[in-house]
């Protein structure tokens, strides 16, 4: 049995829940040993750190893979416009909760609570989700493909757009910002204020062994993430444990055969594809706008991309591997190179380009070209994710997960015990 | 021959114009590609209950005219009748809702779902179906009810098919026969009035094919169930079926029993070329 089958087959063995928390706990230990040999007497900060960041960037990418898994890994909707999708839900919140009465300079919003605004923001997007899929969904895979890249394109060269970055509605002053971007009332601060408020005691530990009030508030918005996450995976998982899931799988498999079976497609795929864009939208604000501010430049596609990457990682189909997946790409892949690049101190031999660092093979001496690699990793992490993605794809198409088989239902599939002869069906 | 076969033969004559009980009436079905008239105005009834054979060269329109029937195709003219409604051009699932389902020449298992999840699939109507009330904790009680019977009828519909050994197998690992299987299996899950069974013995082995002989007369027998089927094999044909239908040039050119099926001259010309 190879490594990587017995490391499988243990990880079969665990409890889905147990799966994510060993493998989460794996990830914040990584970070504190990387904060304990680099950090010295701040050790206890930077650990706080590390783990605030990798674990906000975690929950992101979490919510963002489970909503692609729910639309490409069990429909087959081919949907690489994810960042558009975002963008609409962040700017949808960002309008509705933005002060009316700005800092000079900033645009003013409509200035409602922030759950109104969240509520705004998922409705926004599942709302242009539909309405980007409705001409799409009657053409093949391909085309939604083409239609979802060019819309989500559109979307933020819209809200790039000067001429919406400020106008009038019905007497009120409103807009985009532009490329300047908007300011909101983040949900950060609601973080921050339970750092201060309710959080104080445990607070003033942590802050005792020396982590900053910052540092703490970004790991408390991290967990709360975290508890989003957890809450769309419990509605995911339900929504596709069941005969709708069901109806998505065999959608993916063959469209046709699950028509003449009587299934109106179309209801079905536009359900989804709305489902997941409203998750999109809602990580929109959450993740790219957990500072309270937001700009076009961060509604790029490359972020689609990633989320593609974290799902393949994790094996599409699966909601837990999405977490996984999402968990090893941003975590392990994208987030702790740049880390170790930042930290490990190179001494003074680090040569300063690629030519050198080669050069130096040729006297036998590897430590220029592993310093060179060492210091221009997070340059570098993009070609480990390439290398990655393909040996997963060669070697483990069905990515972390993908390969279970989890079969779409709302109750145990096993013969009842009544059709075995048994005296009741308990 | 099987024996079960056998007896059911009925021998009663039919004639092509007076079909008692048409539950399935095609009127001057057309259906043109471009410039290749595929179907070029099929007419025909298939009496409820019955087990009607539909014969024909390759490129006589039989598929074209059970995917203009089954709403894959939409017809470029004529007409559908299914149950005393017009038809003509509904999409199949509306067909599907109403009992009228069909098998695909090439087996067209889900192959990354497991046997009983591709059976359990075709229940029309099912309460989980609503993505509200698979979520919510009050609703979701009554699919859980509903997920048990629907669980319940495929494990049976399994044995039926004698395939229940394979329930928890992914539907790609099944062999081409086990697959024939499968998709009958998964066809009367929909609870349907007619079948169309598109050359469902195919590369099927004479065992399985006997077997699949006698799950389609005991249907016929038990719940009335009304099948149309294509197939290549005349033997079948002749023996199973008290019907049949010959097109040839996408329209058709004889109907009939086996007996005048077997003794008419336009039919041995443009098909059995006088062999029989």
């Given at each position: 049995m190879s490594v990587a089958e017995s490391v499988r087959d243990r990880l079969d063995a665990l409890p889905d829940i147990g799966l994510v928390a060993g493998f989460m706990g794996a990830i914040w230990a990584i970070m504190l040993v990387l904060a304990l040999s680099v950090g010295g007497a701040e050790w206890a900060n930077l650990a706080a750190g590390f783990i605030g960041s990798v674990t906000v960037l975690i929950g992101g990418y979490a919510i963002l893979a489970l909503a692609l898994n729910l639309q490409w890994g069990y429909t087959g909707l081919f949907n690489i416009g994810i960042a558009g999708f975002m963008a609409v839900g962040a700017y949808t919140t960002a309008i509705l909760t933005?002060?009316?009465?700005?800092?000079?300079?900033a645009v003013a919003g409509l200035g409602l609570p922030l759950w109104v605004g969240l509520l705004g923001g998922m409705l926004a997007a599942a709302v242009i989700g539909g309405l980007a899929a409705l001409p799409a969904l009657r053409l093949k895979a391909d085309y939604l493909a083409i239609v979802t890249v060019a819309f989500s394109e559109v979307i933020r060269l819209t809200v790039n757009w000067s001429g919406l970055a400020e106008f009038s509605l019905f007497g009120r002053t409103l807009g985009?910002?532009?490329?300047?971007g908007i300011s909101f009332e983040s949900a950060n601060d609601v973080a921050g204020s339970l750092v201060n408020g309710v959080g104080a005691p445990v607070a003033a530990a942590f802050q005792g062994v020396g982590v900053s009030a910052p540092n703490l508030a970004n790991l408390t918005y991290g967990l709360m993430l975290m508890a989003v996450v957890g809450a769309s995976y419990w509605v995911f998982a339900r929504l596709t444990n069941s005969p709708f899931g069901r109806v998505l799988k065999a959608i993916r498999e063959d469209e046709t055969v699950t028509q003449s079976l009587g299934k109106d497609t179309r209801v079905f795929k536009i359900k989804t594809f709305m489902i997941g864009c409203a998750l999109m939208g809602l990580a929109g604000v959450l993740f790219r706008g957990q500072a309270g501010y937001i700009s076009p430049s961060q509604f790029r596609p490359t972020i689609t991309f990633y989320v593609f990457a974290a799902l393949i990682i994790g094996g599409s189909g699966s909601n837990t591997g999405s977490i996984l997946g999402a968990a090893t790409f941003s975590g392990l892949l994208f987030y702790l190179p740049a880390r170790i690049g930042e930290n490990v101190p190179l001494g003074t031999r680090a040569p300063s380009n690629i030519v050198e660092a080669v050069a130096a093979l040729g006297s036998l001496d590897p430590f220029p070209l592993v310093a060179y690699t060492v210091g221009n990793v997070s340059t570098l992490r993009f070609v480990l994710i390439g290398v990655v993605l393909i040996y997963i794809i060669q070697n483990?198409?069905?990515?972390?997960?993908?390969?279970?088989?989890?079969?779409?239902?709302?109750?145990?599939?096993?013969?009842?015990r009544a059709d075995l002869g048994g005296e009741s069906d308990e | 021959m099987s024996e079960s076969s056998g007896t059911e033969r009925q021998t009663a004559t039919v004639d092509s114009d007076s079909i008692e009980d048409p539950l399935l009436e095609v009127d001057g079905l057309r259906k043109q590609f471009g410039g290749v008239?595929?179907?070029?105005g099929a007419t025909f009834a298939v009496g409820e209950g019955s087990l009607t054979g539909l014969i024909g060269p390759n490129g006589a329109g039989k598929s074209t005219t059970f995917n203009c029937i089954t709403g894959i195709h939409e017809p470029t003219g004529g007409r559908v009748t299914f149950d005393g409604q017009e038809i003509t051009g509904l999409p199949p699932y509306t067909l599907a809702n109403r009992g009228l389902v069909r098998t695909f020449q090439i087996a067209r298992e889900l192959s990354d779902m497991t046997v009983l999840e591709n059976v359990m699939l075709?229940?029309?109507?099912?309460?989980?179906?609503s993505a509200i009330r698979s979520v919510l904790p009050g609703l979701r009680d009554d699919v859980i009810a509903d997920e048990e019977a629907v669980r319940d009828r495929a494990w049976e519909t399994l044995d039926f098919f004698e395939i229940d050994h394979l329930a928890h197998e992914n539907a790609g690992n099944l062999s081409g026969g086990q697959r024939k299987l499968l998709e009958m299996a998964r066809v009367l899950m929909t609870d349907p009035e007619m079948v169309l069974l598109d050359e469902p013995l195919a590369g099927v082995n004479p065992t399985l094919e006997e077997k699949l002989l006698e799950r389609i007369h005991e249907l016929r027998r038990e719940q009335g169930l009304t099948f149309l089927l294509v197939e290549h094999d005349m033997d079948v044909i002749m023996n199973n079926c008290e019907h049949i239908i010959v097109m040839h040039q996408g329209s058709v050119l004889a109907e009939g029993d086996a007996e005048a099926i077997t003794s008419d001259e336009r039919v041995l010309e443009a098909y059995l070329g006088g062999e029989v």
């Open positions: 933005a002060p009316t009465d700005p800092a000079a300079g985009t910002g532009g490329a300047t483990q198409p069905d990515g972390l997960l993908g390969h279970r088989n989890e079969p779409a239902a709302s109750v145990d599939l096993d013969r009842s | 008239v595929a179907v070029d075709a229940p029309d109507d099912q309460v989980g179906e």
